[in-house]
């Protein structure tokens, strides 16, 4: 949490601009939501917000042919559900617009867990994904590789200053 909180641009994967940490969605009857970040993308109106599971936890399971997410993935999928659901009461989004600067409804979901190599195929992991299409599953491994294209692409960005 903290090392995403001071590298932010790790978040490359999706195209967001904004990062925001532990952003309190205040709840009357129950105990306040905290959601790890709300990434927001001003320009396309468009938010996610991400959970961060451990690297240590399997993100597949089951037999080839029969794989699913695993239950650790199941929960934060709930969890990630809940936050979204937050966001449908008109009094919440205005809350939120106070928070972000910009109004939410029905915000991207995604979560961050496991690692690439207990993963048994990148088809696996596809045909997983397609059977949970509101939600995006990233490996640790992902985020790293997407921030390391995009310090590449700016190392290799011809300098403009005179």
Known sequence: QKFLERHPEFF??????EVH???VLSHHDHGDLIPDFILVNRQRVEAMVVDLKLPRKRVIVGPAGRE???HEVSQAATQLREYQRWFDDKSNRAKIKEALGMEVYRPRLAMVIGRRNEIASEFA?????SQNPDLEVATYDQIADAARRRLAL???APRTDG
Request: charged fraction near 15%.
């Open 12 to 17: 490359g994967l999706w195209d967001y601009h």
């Open 21 to 23: 940490p532990h952003v």
């Open 68 to 70: 699913r997410f695993s």
């Open 125 to 129: 992991l596809q045909s997983v994904r």
């Open 154 to 156: 700016v190392a290799s």
